[in-house]
């Protein structure tokens, strides 16, 4: 059995499901409008925000590991060798880009409402 370190648990916890998609499985991704999306397996699962919900089955998460774990149903360890091992594994490097970017259109959409009202 796999040994994760704590820094590594926290790290597979702090990427989030679009960031995750975006970096591992882009194909997967549809985007439907604004900040949502769904995935080509399942039109029912939304994410937006930051968060995700697979409304079909009524329920979600927030990160890339619940989404692992619950929609594809892997378990704990399988699910953080994805994350954090092998060529496919999300570079942490390279998902601090993509969340300062997501971060940044988000941030850029709210003041732009803001300055509507």
């Not at 994760?4 to 790290?11: F, N, R, V």
Request: hydrophobic share 35%; proline share 2%; with cysteine.
């Amino acid at each position: 059995m796999a040994y994760y370190t704590e820094k590594q648990i926290m790290q597979a916890r702090s990427i989030d499901l679009l960031t995750y998609l975006q970096t591992c499985e882009p194909t997967e991704l549809v985007h439907i409008r604004g900040n949502t999306y769904c995935t080509r397996e399942h039109d029912s699962l939304k994410i937006s925000n930051g968060k995700w919900m697979w409304w079909s089955r009524g329920f979600g998460g927030a990160t890339a590991l619940d989404y692992l774990i619950k929609v594809k149903g892997l378990n704990f360890t399988d699910a953080m060798k994805i994350l954090t091992e092998g060529a496919n594994a999300p570079s942490f490097y390279m998902i601090g880009n993509i969340v300062e970017k997501n971060q940044t259109i988000s941030n850029r959409k709210n003041l732009e409402k803001i300055k509507r009202e």
